[in-house]
């Protein structure tokens, strides 16, 4: 046997058991990894099916919710049939019940559909059909300190154009904010809030050529409540940065 060959097979030899105990060593730790790995994909799939029972959940409970106002303003309206269709004063006062009792997407479809049929009654129902589409406008109210830019004429020729109503007057506060955001206080409005986050942000860039940072604030577990469709908008002096320009806003 050769000498090199001799010596190579002794150090295989005497470290074999050390190049054994190594190999495990790295299966183990691979196979460690690999589980840890997979247990990872199991909890995001975990995860990812507990939010979609609970959206599935949500959206039944919500369907649920409609029926019930459907079927109780069905009942209303056979119960006092004689005082609503009748013409008179007094139907008018069971109309404005209606509208204060029964949520806006249930008496906005019966006041549509009796409003088409084509009788004596029919402007009648269209009148408070209006009314309730007018609830319907998504709305963002405005408050902000003295010292904010005076951006606010300008905004019935913007975003006042959209289908958000955006309401400053009379609406300033005293200073003491530290940073400006939009509040929203049920869970249906998110995206209404997102949105009108993101006009007004652009807006105050165009009008005043001045960055502000809005921060995003749910309120839905707050005593503090507003109509849904609705947000508010809270807005500091403090914190605004000049731009050089309001081309990339």
Not at 46 to 65: C, I, Q
Not at 66 to 83: G, H, P, S, V
Request: proline fraction near 4%.
């Amino acid at each position: 046997m050769n000498p090199k060959e001799s010596v190579k097979e002794s150090l295989f030899n005497k470290h074999f058991g050390a190049i054994i105990t190594g190999t495990v060593s790295l299966c183990a730790v691979m196979v460690s990894f690999t589980q840890v790995w997979v247990a990872s994909i199991d909890k995001e799939k975990e995860l990812e099916l507990l939010r979609l029972t609970a959206e599935e959940s949500r959206y039944l409970e919500e369907r649920k919710s409609e029926r019930k106002w459907q079927l109780d303003l069905a009942n209303f309206m056979a119960k006092y049939r004689k005082e609503i269709f009748t013409p008179s004063k007094e139907r008018f006062d069971f109309q404005k019940i209606m509208l204060a009792t029964f949520p806006k997407e249930i008496t906005l479809h019966a006041f549509g559909n009796l409003s088409e049929i084509n009788d004596l009654n029919s402007d009648y129902w269209s009148k408070p059909e209006y009314r309730v589409l007018d609830l319907y406008t998504p709305r963002a109210k405005i408050y902000y300190e003295e010292g904010f830019p005076n951006v606010f004429q300008h905004i019935m020729d913007t975003i006042g154009e959209g289908e958000i109503e955006y309401n400053y007057s009379d609406q300033e506060i005293p200073k003491g904010l530290t940073t400006g955001d939009v509040r929203y206080f049920h869970e249906s409005d998110e995206n209404l809030a997102r949105q009108v986050l993101k006009e007004f942000t652009q807006f105050v860039c165009f009008e005043a050529n001045v960055d502000i940072e809005l921060k995003l604030i749910p309120l839905t577990n707050s005593k503090l409540r507003s109509p849904r469709g609705s947000v508010e908008i809270w807005l500091s002096s403090e914190n605004l940065k000049d731009r050089q320009s309001n081309i990339d806003c």
